[in-house]
């Protein structure tokens, strides 16, 4: 099994970064993708003991010249190397396109989608990365992240009406073209949420889509709160963001090398 974890780790870890690295090892995955990872002190540290347990191999698109500006990262066991391509979306700290050299290879997409308070980001991030999807299909490839999208109502504790209809137009666009909503393909229309506003309102903000290729690997996804050993038990302990592990099996995926 593949175990791959994203995670929205909040302001680049802060004092939390200390229970955020025993959590994810807890986890124990094969690559991590962290949003909101920063150039600070406390994420750079981050990153170096995740370097130091066993995830030597990482990429991230930290712009030096503004480190406290959130960006990602992806640390994993497996050798790494950056991928360009085409269309790729301007905000190039909010994406980063890696090949893995796994078993299978794999292309992960990790991405932090601007919110919707900033609409001339966001929806152009969003156009750019459909139109990058049919590049993609070709070998086994994973995007994954917060995208600051959910489906009208399914998504949402709280109906929303059409407030957020072009990101549930995004996400309709995605399947249309062939990629799985992990959680969707997995749990049907179960409602889980993984992040909640000032208003206690949950959306299911986190999310992994896989090519079709790929999709029968895909054998398990759930959403995890994580906690801080020895502190009482609470939903946005080290984070506001739910983190999303997901588990692909190669051994489904026979014809790849």
Request: aromatic share 8%; glycine share 6%.
């Amino acid at each position: 099994m593949l175990r791959i974890v994203s995670w929205n780790i909040r302001a680049g870890g802060g004092k939390r970064a200390a229970g955020i690295l025993a959590q994810l090892l807890a986890w124990r995955p094969h690559t991590i993708g962290l949003c909101e990872f920063r150039g600070t002190a406390a994420s750079q540290w981050l990153a170096s003991e995740l370097a130091a347990a066993g995830y030597p191999h990482q990429l991230t698109s930290v712009d030096r010249k503004r480190p406290a500006k959130n960006a990602l990262l992806l640390a994993s066991r497996f050798p790494l190397s950056s991928v360009s391509a085409a269309r790729m979306p301007r905000n190039r700290e909010r994406w980063l396109l890696a090949r893995q050299q796994s078993k299978p290879a794999l292309t992960l997409g990790m991405m932090h989608v601007p919110n919707y308070t900033t609409p001339s980001l966001k929806y152009p991030f969003l156009n750019s990365v459909l139109n990058m999807l049919k590049a993609w299909e070709s070998s086994p490839a994973l995007l994954l992240g917060d995208t600051n999208c959910t489906k009208r109502d399914l998504d949402e504790e709280k109906p929303q009406g059409n407030k957020f209809r072009r990101e549930h137009d995004w996400l309709v666009a995605i399947e249309k073209r062939g990629w799985a909503d992990g959680f969707r393909h997995l749990h049907g229309e179960r409602r889980e949420y993984t992040w909640y506003s000032h208003r206690d309102n949950g959306f299911r903000l986190d999310q992994a889509f896989s090519c079709p290729q790929l999709t029968p690997a895909l054998v398990r996804l759930r959403h995890v709160w994580g906690q801080d050993a020895g502190q009482p038990a609470r939903r946005a302990a080290l984070s506001d963001h739910a983190a999303l592990i997901l588990e692909l099996d190669p051994q489904r995926l026979p014809q790849v090398g």
